[in-house]
């Protein structure tokens, strides 16, 4: 079983499904194989049962991992499952009736607008790094960015003139969304003091020490830094920034439909979400509309 997790995730390597999903579905399954055989140790296919991960799932329970974790890993052991269903590993899906644990529907949290907004023009002049943050934080609020998104961005991704980026979301596609004023005047301060004005189209746009592509961890770190007074009591993160940026399109009026598309949304039901968190905008259409109001 182990050599077909190997052959599994070759498969998908090679269909260019991201590392982050590679990694978390090497750990979810492995954790499986080791539960079932002892850690490296050879499982033998008779042995992936559904006994075996209904183990890990009350293993997962008792540790408190989220609903959340629970329905990743499942969705990794189907997906693995079907693999071995298909080369002739295994004859029968035992993941396959497993039940998906039930997630509670939580909210986005957003940042309010007016304090976003004095943040980010309040960041310190005399910090060196400053125009790297405030170009990273503006252009992640300013076009929706997931946080793969922001660090994965090139050079030859962004059009100045025109003020328009090339964005590569999950499942490798690409979508172009517009960059405002503010975080293009960002940018364009943070090539200048960097010496970037004129890189090569392949070069990262924002890099750390050594002149490497950005991590998504000193990012998250740069967010909690900056951003952290104005999300007291719940950790603030780079993905608050794209929630804020769809719910305050939505507190302005813009329409559904074409933040699904900024977003990068398949589903116009995963945009929805964000028409319970925009309660000015609802407060806004009752005022206007209510006779009584």
């Known amino acids: ?59 997962m329970h008792r540790a408190g991992r989220a609903a959340s974790s629970a329905a990743r890993a499942l969705a990794a052991w189907r997906s693995f499952s079907r693999f071995c269903v298909r080369r002739g590993v295994i004859a029968s899906d035992p993941a396959r009736a497993l039940p998906f644990p039930r997630r509670p529907k939580r ?23 400053t125009p790297r943050d405030r170009a990273l934080l503006e252009m992640t609020y300013s076009s929706g960015l997931r946080l793969a998104e922001l660090v994965g961005l090139d050079h030859g991704d962004l059009d100045l003139a025109n003020g328009l980026l090339r964005v590569r979301g999950k499942g490798r596609r690409e979508r172009i969304v517009p960059v405002g004023r503010t975080a293009l005047a960002a940018l364009r301060e943070h090539l200048e ?26 990012v998250q770190r740069v967010v909690r830094r900056r951003l952290g007074q104005i999300a007291s009591g719940w950790g603030v993160s780079p993905h608050a ?46 005022d206007q509309a209510h006779p009584r109001a």
């Open 241 to 286: 920034l794209r929630h804020s940026f769809a719910s305050h399109l939505l507190d302005r009026g813009a329409d559904l439909r074409a933040i699904q598309e900024l977003l990068g949304h398949r589903s116009l039901a995963s945009t929805q979400i964000y028409t319970h968190v925009s309660k000015s905008r609802l407060r806004r259409a009752y």
């Open 193 to 218: 003091r960097a010496g970037q004005t004129s890189a090569p189209r392949d070069r990262p746009l924002f890099t750390g020490s050594g002149g490497r592509r950005l991590s998504g961890r000193t």
């Open 107 to 129: 909210l986005p949290r957003t940042l309010p607008e007016r304090d976003l907004t004095q943040a980010l023009d309040g960041l310190p002049p005399q910090d060196p790094a």
């Open 1 to 59: 079983m182990r050599e077909a997790l190997d052959r599994f995730l070759t498969e998908l390597a090679a269909r260019r499904v991201s590392a982050h999903t590679l990694a978390a579905y090497r750990r979810d399954v492995t954790a499986v194989l080791d539960l079932g055989a002892g850690p490296g140790r050879p499982l033998a296919p008779a042995g992936w049962t559904r006994e075996l991960l209904e183990r890990r799932l009350r293993e």
